[in-house]
C-alpha cells in the first residue's frame, strides 16, 4: 500500500473544499406571492442544497422548492412573506450543513388587487 504524504493530503482536501455551490443568476429577479423564480448555478442537487431561504436580515422564510438538479432549484414565493427586497440563502446538505447567505436578491412585488381597489377607492 502506497502512502500519502501530508503535503499531497492537504492538496487533496482542498481541491475536494474548492467544489461548491455555485448561484449564477435567479430568473425572473422579481415576483408576487405564488410566482415560480428559477436559481440557476451548478452543484445544486438535492445531495448539496437541503433548503433555501429568503432573507429580510431580520427573518429568514423557508420557501418550497418546486424542482431541483444540479444546475438549477425552482421555488415559489411563500404566502407569508411581505413586499419588498429580499436575499437567497442556502443551507447546505449533510452531515455538517452550512447556511450560505448569497449575493443574490428578489424583489417581492404588491399584489395588483390591492393596487387595483387603492385606485377605485381614490375616484
Known amino acids: 500500500m502506497r502512502k500519502i504524504s501530508p503535503r499531497c493530503l492537504l492538496l487533496l482536501l482542498f481541491t475536494a473544499s474548492l467544489h461548491a455551490q455555485k448561484l449564477d443568476a435567479v430568473r425572473p429577479d ?55 427586497k429580499f436575499q437567497l440563502v442556502i443551507k447546505t446538505a449533510g452531515k455538517e450543513p452550512h447556511i450560505l447567505e448569497q449575493p443574490f436578491y428578489i424583489k417581492v412585488e404588491e399584489p395588483k388587487e390591492i393596487v387595483e381597489v387603492a385606485a377605485a377607492g381614490s375616484k
Do not use: A, C, H, W
Request: aromatic share 6%.
Open 30 to 84: 422579481s415576483g408576487k406571492v405564488g410566482s415560480v423564480l428559477r436559481i440557476q448555478g451548478t452543484d445544486l442537487s438535492k445531495v448539496r442544497i437541503d433548503s433555501v431561504y429568503l432573507s429580510d436580515q431580520t427573518l429568514d422564510m423557508m420557501v418550497k422548492v418546486l424542482n431541483q438538479t444540479d444546475n438549477f432549484i425552482e421555488f415559489r414565493i411563500p404566502p407569508s412573506v411581505k413586499p419588498g
